[in-house]
């Protein structure tokens, strides 16, 4: 059975450019075993996996508050493994499968919890795959320990890998994620809370649709880290579609693996609700080695910058004088933008774009500007 997600991936760039036989997959909800599913689908043909499987709580009996009301506990069948060796094999299997179809330079994520999250590490360094971080999602609601007998449980790790040990060329945002956080680095703990209120999908009857459903946040997250827009995201897992709701709504693509059909459809409702980010907003920050390589000469060859033309540091106590080659004259030393810097201020290196300055209406303004202002004019061409 195949089920289709009525809304499309709105924002997400056109299915071209994608392998051709995945095509058909794409922004789908498919119902079936995760591994069976994940073996229809083109080799090397994701860009990212996001991973939230069963966690085997080994739950012996019911749990209850000291009101004696019971917790909503994660008791369903599809959290039912007969041993650690089978929980094994079922995680080397999907991690198998997904190796399979991410791409050389596609990483993986996956969510676990102290019951699981140690045996999927192994698993998936077994296999090949290379650990690029461990994150730590503390909750800011976490649920008590009612028994006492325990600190109380308060997070849950997520791992990233990416395919293989030598993997080139895997998406991080990096400057994106430190806008996010006020231009400060990303750490790797987390802080957010559990899926609450109006976000939480309930059935007719008022009780979660699903027990174990992540917040849209925590997922824009992974997804605005690792991934770009008009990248195929697969989440093996789905459940009630937090990965594609959040996919679609950041102009991504997504493939929904979900053996529950009761899951499926409530995915399926949800995603079709989801109105997605304009396509102008879903730039991010990006670093300058992602930028295409301007060299000053460029800029003497486009008229921004004159042979003869003055630059001096920001406070005007050096000066050096453009020559047509674009080497920089000091005082008869004459070297690259970055060289000069360097050699006026006794220096071994220098970054000459942001040390040296022209003037523009009375101020003086660092080349980089230049710099800039040549790559807008490249990118309208």
Same mark, same amino acid.
Not at 110 to 122: C, E, K, P, T
Not at 140 to 156: I, L, Q
Not at 243 to 246: D, E, N
């Given at each position: 059975m195949r089920s289709s997600a009525k809304a499309k991936a709105?924002?997400?760039?056109?299915?071209?450019?994608h392998h051709p036989e995945l095509v058909s997959f794409l922004d789908r909800i498919h119902v079936g075993d995760c591994v069976a599913e994940m073996a229809k689908l083109p080799e090397k043909s994701v860009d990212l996996v996001f991973a939230d499987p069963p966690y085997y709580l080994q739950l012996d009996g019911a749990l209850h508050r000291p009101d004696n009301s019971k917790v909503d506990a994660v008791d *369903? *069948? &599809? +959290?039912? !493994?007969?041993?650690?060796?089978?929980? *094994?094999?079922?995680?080397?299997? &999907?991690l198998l499968a997904c190796r399979r179809v991410l791409k050389p330079h596609g990483t993986l994520w996956?969510?676990?919890?102290?019951?699981?999250?140690?045996?999927?590490?192994?698993s998936l360094q077994d296999l090949g795959f290379w650990v690029l971080n461990d994150v730590i999602w503390r909750k800011? =609601?976490?649920?008590?320990?009612?028994?006492? #007998?325990? !600190?109380?449980?308060?997070?849950?790790t997520l791992i990233w890998a990416s395919r293989d040990a030598d993997a080139k060329g895997y998406t991080f945002n990096y400057e994106a994620m430190k806008a996010l956080n006020d231009g400060v680095q990303m750490r790797s703990d987390w802080l957010f809370p559990l899926c609450t209120?109006?976000?939480?999908? #309930? +059935?007719? +009857?008022? =009780? #979660?649709?699903?027990?174990?459903?992540?917040p849209e946040s925590l997922l824009a997250r992974v997804l605005l880290a690792s991934s770009k827009p008009g990248d195929v995201v697969l989440d093996p897992f789905f459940g009630t579609g937090t990965?594609?709701?959040?996919a679609k709504k950041l102009g991504r693509h997504f493939i929904g693996l979900e053996r529950e059909s009761a899951y499926a459809r409530f995915a399926e409702e949800r995603i079709a609700s989801i109105e997605p980010v304009p396509g102008e907003a879903l730039a991010m920050a990006a670093s300058k080695r992602a930028e295409p390589r301007v060299a000053f000469g460029t800029l003497i060859e486009n008229g921004l910058v004159t042979p003869g033309m003055v630059l001096t540091d920001s406070k005007g106590r050096h000066a050096a004088t453009v020559r047509v080659d674009g080497t920089l004259d000091v005082a008869g030393?004459?070297?690259?933008?970055?060289k000069a810097g360097a050699h006026v201020q006794g220096l071994d290196a220098c970054n000459g774009w942001t040390y040296w300055h022209y003037e523009d209406a009375g101020k003086r303004q660092?080349?980089?500007v230049l710099r800039a202002e040549f790559r807008a004019r490249a990118a309208a061409a």
């Open positions: 709105g924002g997400a760039v056109a299915a071209g450019g *369903d *069948d &599809w +959290d039912k !493994f007969s041993s650690f060796e089978h929980y *094994d094999a079922f995680t080397r299997a &999907w996956v969510i676990g919890s102290y019951h699981n999250i140690f045996r999927v590490g192994a800011t =609601n976490p649920m008590p320990n009612f028994r006492g #007998k325990r !600190f109380t449980n308060a997070h849950e209120g109006g976000e939480r999908l #309930k +059935d007719e +009857d008022g =009780n #979660k649709a699903h027990p174990t459903q992540k990965t594609g709701a959040v030393f004459a070297g690259s933008i970055h660092p080349i980089d």
